[in-house]
C-alpha cells in the first residue's frame, strides 16, 4: 500500500463532483445547527477528499472527511465547496474516513459499531483498529464481541437511542439470554440507571458464578419460574438494605470503639486509676487497645 501525500493547498471543487465513501445518518437537529454555523461565519474547515479510483460512481472526487459540512453547503445552495485534496487509493479513502468518524469527539453509537465492523472486514483486528482510532483496546474487542456474537437486539436498542453501546456490551457479557432481555427492560424502563444498574448486573453475574439462585420460595428452595425484572429489583433492593445495615452496624461499632477509647485516655490521666491497675497487678494493656491509644496519641506507654 502507498503512503497518502498530504496536502494544506486549499481549493474549490464542485459539490456534485463528490462522492461520499462511507455515508452515514446525520441526527437533524445536528445537521440543522451545521447548517446555521456555515450560513452565519461561513466554513471554517474545508472538507478533505481524494481523486476518485473508481469510474462506477461518475464522480471525480472520494469524501474522506466532512460530510456534514459538504451536505450542509449544498443545502445552503452552494455549488462549490473549499477542499483539501489528498493523494490516497481506494483502500486508504475508505480507511481514512472510516478512522476520522470513529475517532470524532461526537459520533453516534451505529457509526462508531459500523466503522469497526467495515475496519475489521477490511482484515483490521482489535489491536489495530484501537490505534487507528485512538479508541482503547479492551473498548474496542467488546464492540467487536457485540456484533460478531450478533446481539442484533441490543444493537438496536443502540441504533433507537434506547441505550449507550457501553450499556449494550455490559448486558451482553450476561451469559444467560433470558436474563440479558430482563436487564435490558430494566434499563429501558428507568428502573435503574447508571451504578445502580451495573450493581445490579454485577450481582446477578455472581451469584451466577457461585451457584447461588437468583430467587428461592418460602421454604428455600430455588424458584425455576422465569425470572422478571421485578425480581431482580426485589433483589438489588435487598442487598442494598443489607449493605445499609451492615454499614449502620459498621458505623454504631466505630462509635462505640472511639467512646472506650476517650474513656480509656481520660481513666489513664487519673493517677489514682493507675494505682489501682498496679495494686492489682494490672500494669499492661491488651496491645490491640494499645495501638488503638497510640494511633491517636493518647497513650505513651
Avoid: W
Avoid at 481549493?11 to 445547527?33: G, S
Avoid at 446481539?151 to 451482553?172: D, H, S, Y
Wanted: overall charge positive.
Amino acid at each position: 500500500m502507498t503512503q497518502t501525500s498530504k496536502s494544506t493547498k486549499v481549493t474549490l471543487i464542485p459539490i456534485e463532483e463528490v462522492n461520499i465513501l462511507n455515508p452515514r445518518v446525520r441526527n437533524q437537529k445536528t445537521f440543522d445547527d451545521i447548517i446555521d454555523n456555515i450560513a452565519e461565519v461561513g466554513l471554517k474547515r474545508p472538507i478533505t477528499v481524494t481523486y476518485c479510483h473508481s469510474s462506477d460512481t461518475g464522480k471525480k472526487y472520494d469524501l474522506i472527511c466532512g460530510q456534514g459540512r459538504l451536505e450542509a453547503f449544498a443545502a445552503c445552495g452552494e455549488m462549490d465547496i473549499p477542499a483539501i485534496i489528498i493523494d490516497a487509493d481506494e483502500e486508504q479513502a475508505l480507511i481514512m474516513s472510516l478512522v476520522e468518524n470513529c475517532a470524532r469527539r461526537k459520533h453516534s453509537a451505529m457509526d462508531l459499531m459500523q466503522g469497526i465492523g467495515i475496519l475489521q472486514k477490511q482484515g483490521y483486528d482489535a489491536k489495530d483498529i484501537a490505534k487507528k482510532t485512538g479508541l482503547s483496546i479492551d473498548y474496542t474487542k467488546s464492540v467487536l464481541s457485540l456484533m460478531n456474537r450478533g446481539e442484533e437486539r441490543l444493537i438496536a436498542a443502540v441504533e433507537a437511542g434506547k441505550m449507550p453501546i457501553t450499556i449494550a456490551i455490559q448486558i451482553a457479557e450476561t451469559h444467560d439470554e433470558d436474563m440479558q432481555q430482563v436487564l435490558q427492560q430494566i434499563y429501558e424502563t428507568k428502573k435503574l440507571r447508571g451504578n445502580r444498574f451495573l450493581y445490579a448486573r454485577k450481582l446477578i453475574e455472581s451469584r451466577r458464578r457461585r451457584g447461588k439462585a437468583l430467587l428461592k420460595d418460602k421454604g428455600g428452595n430455588r424458584k425455576s419460574a422465569v425470572v422478571s425484572a421485578d425480581d431482580v429489583l426485589k433483589v438489588y433492593q435487598k442487598e442494598v438494605d443489607k449493605k445499609r445495615l451492615l454499614m449502620r452496624k459498621a458505623e454504631n461499632t466505630n462509635n462505640r470503639l472511639l467512646f472506650i477509647i476517650e474513656a480509656m485516655k481520660r481513666l489513664l490521666q487519673e493517677e489514682h486509676f493507675n494505682t489501682l491497675l498496679r495494686a492489682e497487678g494490672l500494669n499492661t494493656i491488651p496491645k490491640p487497645l494499645v495501638d488503638l491509644l497510640s494511633e491517636r496519641g493518647h497513650y505513651h506507654g
